[in-house]
């Protein structure tokens, strides 16, 4: 697919910028929204409850909540709504915004998967980190019916919430939201044999972008991009590209894109034949999340594998965030509570990106 590339200066050095105040609202339904969400977003536990210096902190703009669908819907037809139901009601109060996000895949219920063997579909296979995995196909009728099920009870408790702004939404996610299809050399024969094809992923892309956006018609609908490497589809971003061409034609203003690998090691803006081209490319709707938790990774994972001071690394992948024009960060809520002077900086950076 096309390529676009662009010049522009690095918003580097953002604790001078004065704060814009955001006003979100309530859109017709088949209409753009005003502008997407900004600021901080915190990331609690899934399922777990949101930390109160947390929502007692005026730099934390949102709180981004998940759960498992297997914890929601542990009966088909039986929704348990009262985990985000409890929480949003502490955000509320607090004054700050919730995303929503379910884990439809890793997270989802054993008696999905009951379902799709029964209907005869089938399952990809996979070595995960040194844990056997397996997952319906993406494009499974089966999985995808009961996932647009899921949606459907979803939005029907939750379109009108006012505090709940932002939802997310996937169909190429092995294990958690993210995007994720493993694609190794010897999986890609795997998939083929499977019956993959571009075609496949961006009909259930299409159909659970679409369900989504129905189900939350007054709501921004984001959806994390990644790649599938050149062996699957010829052009690694095709998939996702495609996926968010066509929602965008059809429901212009509504969709946010973001990828959730934020690092200090993320190419610079533009992100030129990298996958952050496309963040660049789809601005101004974009937004990132910090690719783990810092506090306490001996890794450095955030830091590309150097020791770095958080705070600092923290600053540093914001800058680097918000030279691609990313108005929302997600923030693990252990460095939420321990790095209050980055997430200060974080908040001001991003509330007054252009």
């Not at 990809?124 to 009961?146: E, Q």
Request: proline share 6%; aromatic share 10%.
């Amino acid at each position: 697919m096309p390529r676009h590339t662009f010049s522009r200066g690095s918003f580097f050095g953002m604790t001078g910028l004065i704060a814009t105040v955001f006003c979100s609202t309530l859109a017709i339904p088949g209409t753009a929204f005003s502008q997407s969400p900004r600021g901080v977003y915190s990331i609690p536990g899934n399922g777990k409850k949101i930390q109160d210096p947390v929502l007692t902190n005026p730099n934390v703009d949102g709180i981004s909540l998940r759960q498992n669908w297997a914890d929601i819907e542990k009966t088909e037809g039986i929704y348990d709504w009262s985990y985000f139901d409890g929480q949003i009601i502490r955000v509320a109060a607090a004054g700050k915004k919730v995303l929503l996000r379910v884990m439809t895949m890793g997270g989802r219920p054993a008696w999905v998967s009951s379902a799709v063997k029964a209907a005869g579909g089938k399952f990809f296979k996979w070595n995960d980190n040194g844990v056997n995995a397996s997952i319906p196909l993406f494009w499974d009728p089966t999985f995808l019916a009961k996932k647009k099920d899921l949606i459907a009870a979803m939005g029907a408790h939750y379109k009108n919430n006012p505090t709940v702004a932002i939802v997310v939404t996937s169909f190429a996610n092995a294990v958690t939201e993210d995007w994720n299809v493993p694609h190794t050399p010897d999986l890609v024969t795997q998939w083929e044999r499977l019956g993959y094809t571009t075609a496949n992923m961006l009909s259930a892309g299409q159909q659970l972008i679409d369900a989504t956006m129905v189900a939350f018609p007054n709501k921004w609908v984001t959806l994390a991009v990644g790649g599938n490497g050149t062996a699957l589809d010829g052009d690694e971003q095709e998939v996702p590209r495609g996926a968010v061409d066509t929602a965008r034609a059809k429901w212009p203003g509504r969709l946010i894109v973001q990828k959730n690998d934020l690092s200090t090691c993320i190419p610079v803006a533009p992100g030129t034949d990298s996958l952050y081209s496309m963040i660049w490319d789809y601005q101004p709707d974009v937004a990132g999340q910090m690719i783990t938790a810092a506090y306490n990774d001996s890794t450095y994972k955030i830091s590309c594998g150097v020791p770095l001071d958080i705070g600092i690394a923290l600053m540093t992948t914001v800058d680097l965030a918000v030279a691609y024009g990313e108005k929302r960060v997600e923030i693990y809520e252990g460095d939420v509570v321990r790095y209050p002077v980055a997430i200060a900086y974080a908040h001001t950076a991003l509330l007054a990106v252009p």
